[in-house]
Structure formats: C-alpha cells, structure tokens
C-alpha cells in the first residue's frame, strides 16, 4: 500500500489510527424495551449512536480543539471517554457525567466521567471534584473546564449516558 501524503502529515497513536484534534461533549437520557436498546438509543440522541465505539481513559490529547458539534461519519471507529448507568428501578434517578480540565501551562487536558443514583446537579459536582483532583495529583492549575451532565427518572427501562467523543 503506497501511503499518501495526509497519511504522512498525521501523528498515528497505534497504527491506523491518528491522534484526535477534535473534541467534543455529548449527553442524553433514554428508555428502551431492554437495557441494551436504552443505551442504543441514548446513544443515537446523543450523536453518537452509528459508530462503532472505543472506549478510552483520561487523556485529552496535546492541540484537540472543542466542537460544539460532533462531525463523524456512522461506521468509523470513535474514541470516547464516557459513563453511563442504566437502570429497571422504577422511579429512581439515574445521571452520568463529564468533564474536561484543560490547564494552560500543559499541552493536554483530563477527562473525567461519572455515573450514579443521584441527580444531574450532584453528578455535575462530582465528576468536577474529580477534575479538581486530577488537576491537583499532577501538579497543574486548572484553568479551562467543560462540562456535561444528565439525569433521568426511570419509567421501565432507563439509560443516562454522558461522553467526550474524540475526532480527527
């Protein structure tokens, strides 16, 4: 295979795969027929529903820059960093949430992501005490954040999901 000159000009984090220069934070709330479909649907509402997922830990890479918007074409393969909850308990509430820290004296950021019984404010506060923390064990200032949150109150079968997709 000849390599072409995009190919060339791409910093590649395992082969095939370039680093991200796009992120973005996505969230929705859903119920389904079974757990699986609540969080496919979750998916779909959040945007990100026809790709094929890969899930990452907590690293925004050094130069991504934010989108409101997630613009990716259904089939690729999507890093993401994300949680989510679902639940059957009738009544009960359910959040997830992220966060991204940026600190302006690094050329990377920190995601943070959090799921729980509890409500879209609290998950908020939490997933933001965690981005506090990881700002403060790695001995940066916290200078720049975003945040996403959800809740849900389940009727049958209920799904929260919260992400921060990572893009070329």
């Given at each position: 295979m000849i390599a072409t000159e995009e190919k060339l000009t791409k910093v590649y984090l395992i082969p095939g795969l370039p680093m991200p220069t796009k992120f973005s934070l996505v969230g929705a709330a859903s119920e389904g027929r079974t757990e699986l479909t609540a969080f496919d649907r979750a998916l779909l509402l959040s945007g990100v529903g026809n790709v094929n997922l890969l899930k990452v830990s907590s690293i925004l890479p050094p130069g991504a820059v934010y989108q409101e918007k997630v613009d990716i074409?259904?089939?690729?393969?999507?890093?993401?960093?994300?949680?989510?909850l679902v639940s059957t308990e009738e009544g009960r509430v359910i959040s997830?949430?992220?966060?991204?820290?940026?600190?302006?004296?690094?050329?990377?950021?920190?995601?943070?992501?959090?799921?729980?019984?509890?409500?879209?404010a609290e998950a908020e506060e939490r997933v933001l005490e965690m981005l506090r923390e990881a700002f403060e064990v790695r001995g940066l200032p916290l200078n720049k954040f975003y945040v996403k949150a959800v809740d849900h109150v389940v009727r049958k079968i209920g799904c929260v999901f919260a992400a921060v997709p990572l893009w070329y």
């Open positions: 074409q259904p089939g690729i393969l999507l890093p993401i960093a994300y949680g989510s997830a949430s992220v966060a991204v820290g940026i600190s302006s004296s690094e050329n990377y950021g920190v995601i943070m992501e959090f799921s729980g019984y509890c409500s879209k």
